[in-house]
């Protein structure tokens, strides 16, 4: 179990957009440490991406408005510092790559160029240095013939190979924070993989911290130290991959558990997670999950608060831990 300071720690952060009845991420929390890989799972529409985008200053300011919480980094709180200021981290200290690597590409400049400018704003190099420094990034994201690349244009690469190079462009200045925001799921199936393979590894060579949103389970279970299970805005579980899967405490982790055969938890507990998320402005009051939650009952018209229940593993459940709940129930 990590113990070293946090290099991002995230605490009741809540997101709303203008003109919204409720906040679309509410009173989130979760720390990544050095080294480690926090994977962010949840349901479509549950506020990852938006949450992901806020830290690195990216949300529109007059779209979405931070109602409360702080992000620190390195002593600064991500969400109260200046643009300027958020604007010589990004790329340097923290990276983001996200799912489809065209909207962040410029399709009018070749690959090199592009991997070199990043070095040359955050690196006194100059260009000769800042080209060879992209060459060595297409070399350690395994692009075939990377010399004979540098000067090729996004459209003349796959989609896979494109996604390369965006990992390249992230990792060019040795951030010690990469956000990977669904990063394959653009992806054929194979080429996944391997990319997930991809960062997998450069992490492990670099120590890079990895906070990765997806929706693939399979990717949790192979890369993730710590995850933390998002549903409507709120964090409902976090805690070591292992317990997550092996013994999930809330209803809406034991649904997604169960919704993937080949990872799924003590069998039958629950089917599918009927229902869907609930829409902005039909938010319950209390547990966001009562309508889907095969568990409501007395008290969940109150907001449950994240609670430990073993070693750094906490759920947002009135009847957590289950089985206590269960025996309880059955007398
Ligand atoms: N500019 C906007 N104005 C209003 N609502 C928005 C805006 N952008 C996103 N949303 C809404 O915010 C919610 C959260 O979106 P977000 O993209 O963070 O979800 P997500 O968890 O990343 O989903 P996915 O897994 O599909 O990527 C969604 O319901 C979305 O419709
Ligand atoms: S607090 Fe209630 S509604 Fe929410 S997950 Fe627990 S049992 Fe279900
Ligand atoms: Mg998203």
């Known amino acids: 179990m990590p113990t070293e300071a946090p290099v991002l720690e995230v605490q009741d952060l809540s997101l709303r957009f203008k003109g919204a009845p409720a906040n679309i991420v509410d009173g989130l929390s979760f720390a990544v440490r050095p080294g480690e890989t926090l994977c962010i799972v949840g349901e479509s529409g549950c506020g990852k991406s938006v949450t992901a985008l806020s830290l690195m200053g990216l949300l529109p300011r007059g779209v979405a408005r931070v109602m409360s919480g702080t992000a620190t980094f390195a002593g600064q709180d991500l969400l109260a510092l200046p643009e300027r ?23 009018s400049y070749r690959i090199g160029d592009q991997i070199s400018e990043i070095v040359l704003r955050h690196r006194p190099v100059n260009r000769v240095q800042a080209r060879a420094r992209a060459l060595e990034m297409l070399e350690r994201v395994k692009i075939p ?9 996004p459209h003349e690469l796959s989609g896979g190979m494109r996604q390369r190079v965006m990992i390249a462009m992230a990792l060019a200045n040795d951030p010690v924070l990469l956000i990977a925001d669904e990063p394959t799921t653009a992806l054929d199936v194979t080429i996944q993989a391997q990319i997930i393979d991809l960062i997998e590894d450069l992490q492990k060579e670099s120590g890079t911290a990895l906070i990765m949103i997806t929706h693939d389970l399979g990717v949790v279970a192979e890369i993730a130290d710590r995850v933390c299970v998002m549903y409507a805005g709120r964090a409902v579980e976090e805690g070591p991959v292992a317990a997550i899967f092996d013994d999930p405490q809330h209803p809406y982790t034991i649904g997604l558990m169960s919704s993937v055969p080949s990872v799924g938890p003590r069998s039958g507990r629950l089917a599918t997670i009927g229902g869907m998320v609930p829409a902005i402005d039909n938010m319950p009051s209390g547990c966001r999950f009562t309508p889907r939650c095969p568990f409501a009952g007395t008290g969940c018209e109150t907001t449950p608060a994240l609670v430990e229940l073993g070693p750094s593993h906490r759920a947002a459940c009135h009847y957590a831990p289950l089985e206590r709940a269960f025996a309880e129930a059955a007398g």
């Open 85 to 107: 200021a958020l604007a010589d981290l990004r790329g340097d200290r923290i990276s983001m790559i996200f799912q489809e690597p065209m909207t962040s590409l410029n399709p």
């Open 145 to 153: 013939a990377a010399s004979s690349r540098l000067d090729d244009y």
